[in-house]
């Protein structure tokens, strides 16, 4: 079992940045890579970001990339995602989410609760 805690939500006027922190406890969290995602109001939930289990690979959705940045620590089983150039259009929930499994992030095991980001235009 993986508890996982998300923080550093807010609102941000457009142009601004935000980092969001997703916390971990219970098992080894360097065996999990881990995921943001993030859902809309209306909307489905949709993968913004991953990261591999040594944080070498690092995988990004097309309206995030060369915005975001993800990353993580295991010593702290923490994982970063560094939101820069806000848009009013990515205000959402952010969830942070693991896995064991290998793939393309589309299967979790694990989820938290969220944090909200609002952009304001």
């Known amino acids: 079992q993986v508890q996982l805690v998300e923080s550093g939500g807010g609102l941000v006027q457009a142009g601004g940045s935000l980092r969001l922190s997703c916390a971990a406890s219970?098992?080894?969290?360097?065996?999990?890579?881990m995921g943001w995602f993030r859902q809309a109001p209306g909307k489905e939930r949709e993968f913004v970001s991953g990261?591999?289990?040594?944080?070498?690979?690092?995988y990004y959705a097309d309206p995030v990339k060369g915005r975001f940045t993800i990353s993580r620590d295991n010593a702290q089983s923490t994982v970063f995602l560094q939101m820069n150039s806000l848009k009013p259009e990515d205000t959402a929930v952010y969830y942070c989410?693991?896995?064991?499994?290998?793939?393309?992030?589309?299967?979790?095991?694990?989820w938290g609760k969220g944090t909200l980001v609002t952009v304001s235009s």
């Open positions: 219970g098992r080894t969290f360097s065996a999990y890579r």
């Open positions: 990261i591999s289990r040594a944080g070498i690979s690092t």
């Open positions: 989410a693991a896995t064991r499994t290998a793939g393309d992030f589309s299967a979790m095991d694990y």
